[in-house]
């Protein structure tokens, strides 16, 4: 088993236990879209537990100094992404910015709060990634104010194809601490569900929009 491998199924195992990820196949969770699923994710969790809050932290700048190397600022996806982002962006001694679903409609009207100059290159933070349109909402408005992106890390990515299709017509490239395959890999591997559950786990991944309908 190679690092990378190891370190998607510990955030996994972490994202389990602490129960920001449940699964029930049998009684199915209503998304805010209106989609039913076997899975529910609340990643904001995380951030109530030291242990698993730190692991993600160090796992986001690894990722960064790997990937992207030396942003000139961290940006986070209101509300998900903005509380792990500023830690990131503590970590790593730069600016943070939150990027909100859309332009207030007082005061100052900003999308964008905080301080990001013309030009200046940054990573985007986010908690979890489904369809990808919000995040990519956000990415957008960035550009929008000549920033320059240079990618996306998330901790949880289910790994639908409107999202792969999308951050590749967007040419931007999203890094994921985990994703839906290891996280169902290691709900097997430690019984978390039973291995009977898998084909409904899967056939819901192909076509979650018309799954239990």
Known sequence: MNSELDSKLQMSEFLLQIKAI???VEKPFTWASGWKSPIYCDNRKTLSYPKVRNYIREQFV?????????????????TGGIAIG????QELGLPFVYVRTSKKDHGLTNQI???IESGQSVVVIEDLVSTGMSSLNAI??????????MGMVCIFNYGFSEAKDAFKKSKVKLISLTNYDCLIQQAVNNN???E????TLKK????PANWGK
């Open 22 to 24: 449940k699964l029930n």
């Open 62 to 78: 690894k990722a960064i100094h790997l990937e992207f190397g030396s942003p000139n600022v961290i940006a986070g996806v209101a």
């Open 86 to 89: 500023a830690l990131v962006a």
């Open 113 to 115: 709060e905080g301080v």
């Open 140 to 149: 957008e408005a960035l550009k929008a104010e000549d920033s320059k992106v």
């Open 192 to 194: 978390y569900i039973h």
């Open 196 to 199: 009977d559950d898998l084909i």
């Open 204 to 207: 819901w991944r192909e076509n």
